[in-house]
């Protein structure tokens, strides 16, 4: 009986967002299984796709359109990750399409191009015209001019061309040139004898190929091991003895040897921990753990053995990480504990190395991986054990569509396969934490520093103080005496300059004028590498300006302060010192990161000078002191986690310090010595500021207590946008409860990015069983809106900036 194919176009619409239905051909009917990429007519295009299903005939009457070709040879979306994806649209009003693709490596990202070709019944003229170079040649309707566009589509219609597809599959698998023999070991000795004595490095080889099997072998291997030149082999394969195949290999992501480590002795908090999570793994539970436990309490050891214990019931563990590239020394403690089972997904690795470790996982050959956000989609089979540190990373959510959150996904595939999840951190999430007070996840609490070593002390510099007394605000003279001591006894320093909310901009003095982007509201900021002026938005870059563009003054300043800046300010303050400095300039180069953290490892530097990036996951024991030099910068943004952000980056970069024997000591430098944020960051007393904050939460109506929700409408037009969010306003007042609260329209705080306009609601409610089914009324109307206008849903986003 034939058979049909239910594929989902790679088309991203609202239209494409259901599968079409293909014929299977014949000759396809024993290739196409669900999971699997194919090639399919669509319109008048030829595009790739995704079998979701596959159906018996259906009562549909009209033909169908027959499925062109099968891409792959084995699925690349299994099961489970299929229902993942229908989940995932469902829940973050994305297609399933984008669902789909942000889960696969970026090879398999197939596209499909266009070839134009001559038939028979084509002049010599119009090939002459046409095809000037041969018989073929791509159509790319973007790259050609109009007139041959048109040219060749009426030629077609005149059955003078025709158009063939073929899809550039980028998921090249990386192959070797190997030998196998191609005839019977008697055979091959047979010949041997004929040829000793003309041609005895033939015999050489061939009496290696005798020994050889039926399993292919390098070429270079075979050369070496037969101590015969590739001409020989070349001159067998000639004649027949031996045969040429491809080797299927996988590219080395830029291996480093690991010093292989046993497991610790664990303190009795760390034991209690790693039971009672052994234990979920053991029972097939999706139970859910907050490990909360302050720096340097041994959080990654807790990981470690509850691994082991995944591992030694045949199960594997999926273990994630903010940003891979600023842990390279969490990502090197996993890999010395479980070797060759550690596969590491992360941006760095080229597109190739990517998909060789997602094969390697799918092929159970890693049974553990580590990786960042997109890591949460790795094929690992069989899942016993997930963990995610740092869990209140607000890396976790993506930003564009599908806007999900890792834990989410993490705690949804817990659930398919039976498995615990563990999220750690020494800040929880106010949401996380909030559940754990519910008793909805299971808290285990290391409540001391590994070996009792002590919490560093922690001193708040008053910099309106600081400021006054000696005219710089970068540096108090207390953080500097500070440094000078450190520097004095040999030890290290770690400061951070904390760049959210701030940028070092250009104003005018004489006119006040402050020279922004031209297509964002914002200012732009000073590069002094590059000697130009940017913009963090959109890329715009210009020369830095000599006189004021407005009123021609030449008194303009640079306010704010750069890294490159400070780096400089320090250097003349401390001119013996060694700094490194760590931003995002300095850390562009692949293995930059690693590079600057092993340098201060072996202390060729005495002070590690960087942005938030060095507050995570760094473990030196000869940093004694930790200086913040600008607290409160976020503390200002109108964003209602400002206070917890700020909080959570000041006990984590406070953590760095005094991790071993040596005591630690921590300067934060404020204009805001008594908000409460960093009044508690100075005792690291989270569980403090947890109810300080719930509070201010429940007040203001906020999550966890309530559940928000945005819409944002962009567009060129500012009044098209504003009118947009207009319209959305009232649907939603219809469509929702009179308890939920809507906020809006508002300009975003910065209103105007790459020149459109941004326009936001954001719904604040806590139980609205209609919300799902109004927004996506509101996206589907989207649709049809109006050209340029773009809407946007998040159901429950970090970021309301
Ligand atoms: P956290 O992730 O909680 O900040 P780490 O896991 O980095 O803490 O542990 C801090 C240090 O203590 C590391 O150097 C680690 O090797 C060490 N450590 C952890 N557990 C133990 C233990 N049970 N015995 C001895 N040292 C330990
Ligand atoms: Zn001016
Ligand atoms: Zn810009």
Same mark, same amino acid.
């Given at each position: ?224 091991? $037969? /101590? +015969?030149? %590739?001409?020989?082999?070349? =001159?067998?394969?000639?004649? !027949? ?6 080797? *299927? #290999? ?28 052994? $234990? /979920? +793994?053991? %029972?097939?539970?999706?139970? =859910?753990?907050?490990?909360? !436990? ?6 990654? *050891? #807790? ?30 403690? +996993? ?467």
């Amino acid at each position: 009986m034939a058979q049909i194919g239910q594929v989902l176009v790679d088309v991203p619409t609202m239209q494409t967002n259901e599968p079409y239905s293909y014929a299977i051909p014949d000759q396809l009917q024993d290739q196409v299984e669900p999971g699997m990429r194919v090639t399919v007519p669509f319109g008048h295009r030829m595009v790739s796709g995704f079998v979701v299903g596959i159906s018996d005939e259906s009562d549909y009457d009209g033909q169908l359109k027959p499925i062109q070709a099968v891409l792959d040879l084995a699925p690349v979306l299994n099961r489970e990750l299929r229902q993942l994806a229908d989940w995932l649209a469902t829940t973050t009003f994305a297609f399933r399409i984008t669902c789909i693709q942000t889960m696969l490596p970026n090879l398999l990202k197939a596209s499909v191009e266009r070839f134009i070709q001559p038939t028979d019944e084509i002049s010599a003229a119009e090939r002459a015209t046409y095809f000037p170079d041969g018989t073929v040649r791509p159509f790319d309707t973007e790259k050609l001019d109009a007139t041959t566009v048109s040219g060749l589509l009426k030629l077609r219609r005149a059955g003078k061309v025709t158009v063939t597809y073929q899809v550039k599959d980028k998921a090249a698998v990386k192959t070797l040139a190997a030998i196998v023999p191609a005839l019977p070991a008697t055979k091959l000795q047979e010949i041997a004898t004929t040829v000793a004595k003309r041609a005895p490095k033939q015999a050489q080889l061939l009496t290696y190929l005798q020994t050889m099997g039926d399993q292919p072998v390098a070429q270079t291997q075979v050369a070496h091991d $037969a /101590a +015969v030149s %590739a001409e020989v082999i070349r =001159t067998a394969v000639a004649k !027949g003895w031996a045969a040429k195949k491809a080797l *299927e #290999v996988y590219r080395d992501p830029f291996q480093r040897p690991v010093q292989p480590t046993q497991p610790l002795t664990l303190n009795a908090e760390q034991r209690v921990a790693v039971d009672a999570i052994s $234990a /979920a +793994v053991t %029972a097939q539970q999706a139970q =859910t753990f907050l490990v909360e !436990g302050v720096t340097g309490s041994g959080k990654t *050891e #807790v990981y470690l053995q509850s691994i082991a214990q995944a591992l030694k019931l045949g199960r594997t563990a999926l273990m994630l990480v903010p940003e891979i590239a600023l842990t390279p020394q969490m990502t090197n403690r +996993v890999k010395s504990r479980f070797g060759h089972a550690v596969a590491v997904l992360h941006s760095g690795l080229s597109k190739g190395e990517q998909y060789d470790e997602w094969r390697r996982i799918d092929r159970g050959e890693a049974t553990v991986v580590v990786g960042a956000r997109s890591a949460v989609f790795a094929p690992l089979h069989n899942l016993g054990l997930i963990i995610m540190d740092e869990e209140h990373e607000s890396s976790y959510k993506q930003d564009e569509n599908p806007r999900y959150h890792a834990r989410d996904v993490a705690l949804w595939r817990g659930r398919y396969h039976g498995c615990p999840v563990v999220l750690g951190s020494a800040t929880p999430s106010l949401e996380t934490r909030a559940r754990a007070a519910k008793g909805l996840y299971t808290r285990l609490v290391l409540a001391h520093r590994v070996n009792d070593h002590p919490l560093p002390t922690v001193h708040i510099v008053d910099m309106r103080e600081a400021l006054k007394a000696n005219g710089d605000g970068d540096f108090s003279p207390d953080l500097l005496t500070a440094i000078q001591a450190r520097l004095d006894r040999q030890e290290q320093v770690v400061l951070m300059l904390n760049r959210r909310g701030y940028s070092s901009f250009m104003m005018c003095r004489d006119c006040g004028f402050v020279l922004k982007c031209p297509n964002c509201d914002i200012s732009l900021t000073l590069h002094v590498d590059t000697h130009s002026m940017k913009c963090h938005y959109c890329g715009h870059e210009e020369a830095i300006p000599r006189v004021c563009p407005n009123c021609h003054s030449r008194k303009i300043r640079y306010y704010g302060t750069g890294t490159q800046k400070i780096e400089k300010a320090l250097q003349e303050r401390l001119p013996a010192a060694r700094i490194l400095r760590m931003d995002v300039d300095s850390t562009r180069r692949k293995g930059a990161h690693e590079r600057i953290l092993k340098q201060f490892g072996s202390h060729q530097a005495d002070i590690l000078l960087g942005t938030q990036m060095i507050a995570k996951g760094l473990d030196f024991p000869n940093v004694t002191l930790v200086g913040v030099l600008n607290a409160d910068t976020a503390l200002g943004l109108p964003d209602f986690r400002a206070s917890e952000r700020t909080f959570q980056l000041l006990t984590q970069v406070s953590g760095r310090a005094g991790r071993a024997e040596k005591p630690g000591e921590v300067f934060i430098q404020t204009f805001n010595p008594d908000h409460y944020a960093i009044q508690l960051a100075q005792r690291q007393d989270y569980e403090r500021f947890f109810v300080t904050e719930m509070h201010m939460r429940h007040q203001g109506n906020y999550p966890p207590y309530y559940f928000a929700a945005q819409l944002t409408a962009s567009h060129e037009d500012e009044q098209v946008a504003a009118k947009a969010m207009y319209q959305i306003v009232a649907v939603l007042k219809q469509g929702l409860s009179p308890n939920a609260i809507v906020l809006g329209p508002t300009p975003k705080a910065i209103a105007r990015v790459k020149r459109k306009y941004y326009y936001q609601v954001v719904i604040k409610y806590k139980h609205e069983p209609q919300l799902q089914a109004v927004l996506e009324q509101i996206r589907q109307g989207a649709q049809q809106a109006q050209r340029g206008l773009t809407i946007t849903i998040d159901p429950e986003p970090m970021n309301f900036m």
